[in-house]
Nanobody, 122 residues
């Protein structure tokens, strides 16, 4: 199983980034996909989840209205559109897969990818 996150970078406050996570090695369409993030010195934090069929999404309050999760099952890819970014959004962002709904805690996930760094400057 591989989950490869990409799209991170340095952006000014108020800007946007789109993260992608390409999955392989398992049946992508059967798994919900989550995004988490972890800032230095902090615990890994749930951000967003999307059900295997794409018909349900769920967000942490801290990103609701600013971030949008989506998926393309034909491409085995999940996305995280991040708008109105704030310095407090700075973290390493991780994608993860789980075969249940809704799982919003790190130890509940089945598969993890390596993260991508997002840095928001003020």
């Amino acid at each position: 199983v591989q989950l490869q996150a990409s799209g991170g970078g340095l952006v000014q406050a108020g800007g946007s980034l789109r993260l992608s996570c390409a999955a392989s090695g398992y049946t992508f369409r059967n798994y919900a996909m989550d995004w988490f993030r972890q800032a230095p010195g902090k615990e890994r934090e749930f951000i967003a989840a999307i059900r295997w069929d794409g018909l349900n999404t769920y967000y942490a309050d801290s990103v609701k209205g600013r971030f949008a999760i989506s998926r393309d099952n034909a491409k085995n890819t999940v996305y995280l559109q991040m708008n109105s970014l704030k310095p407090e959004d700075t973290a390493v962002y991780y994608c993860a897969a789980v075969d249940r709904w809704i799982i919003d805690y790190p130890h509940g996930m089945d598969y993890w990818g390596k993260g991508t760094q997002v840095t928001v400057s003020s």
